[in-house]
């Protein structure tokens, strides 16, 4: 499927999934702190979930894991949203109708384990971004599955998946995506009008322009920093008329 078709398919209509509050409650974990669990490989973390949002970092990882394109995985396992609080284009894996089962679930094993996405590789923890350090909050999600037989430190959890070394560009990428946000709602504040234009050319800088054969990082900034320039002409032009 070609990136038009996609869009076609999508009305992006609001989708609003925030934990914020929730995590917050939650006793906040250091990277040398420890928590307890065991999976017991039952497979109860892959079902009854609407809530497994995807960053690009993820749909890079999972396309290049599947040897497929990023629009493929979209079009396959997703569908996707204009975020309802952050108005930026959100993409979720779209569960399959018995028991809300994530897609890439097959037989009870993750037919993307090696590539996970990262908040399926953090669980049971969940993170936050500090907005003064801009450096990650963890938590010990309550109510997870598994068994608690096994201690680990957090930063033994992370290095897993290698989730130390994706810190930096995970970061990076939640201040580029938070400043398109910040620019969103300011503008869609100010000036009532049809968002499908900037939804469509959001979702392609943020989710789709990638060579697969090149480093993730320096594509996301300059994807990033074109999408806001050119909102930022949008916001000129629509002051013209008003």
Known sequence: MNTQELLNRSKFKPYQLDRAE???????????D??????????????NREDILLMPLDLFK????????????IDDYCEFYEGQVSKVPVVRIKPKEYRKTCPFCKAGKCIIHAQKPAVCALFPLGR????????????????A??????????REWLSMFDMIE???ITIILHQKIGELSETLCRIYKNLDF?????????FINLYLR????????????????EALRLIKEIEKMKEMFV
């Open 166 to 168: 994706d810190e930096h």
């Open 210 to 225: 990638y060579d697969l054969e090149h480093d993730f990082l320096p594509q996301f900034e300059a994807n990033c920093d």
């Open 194 to 202: 049809n968002h499908d234009a900037i939804n469509s050319m959001l």
């Open 128 to 143: 936050m971004t500090n907005g003064e350090t801009k450096e990650f909050i963890y938590f010990k999600q309550e109510g």
């Open 22 to 32: 929730e995590l917050l409650k939650l006793p906040k974990l250091g990277k040398d």
């Open 145 to 154: 599955c598994g068994n608690q037989t096994q201690t680990y430190t957090v």
């Open 34 to 47: 420890t928590f307890t669990f065991g999976c017991n490989e039952c497979g109860n973390c892959c079902r």
């Open 62 to 73: 999972i396309a290049k894991h599947l040897e497929t394109t990023i629009t493929d995985v």
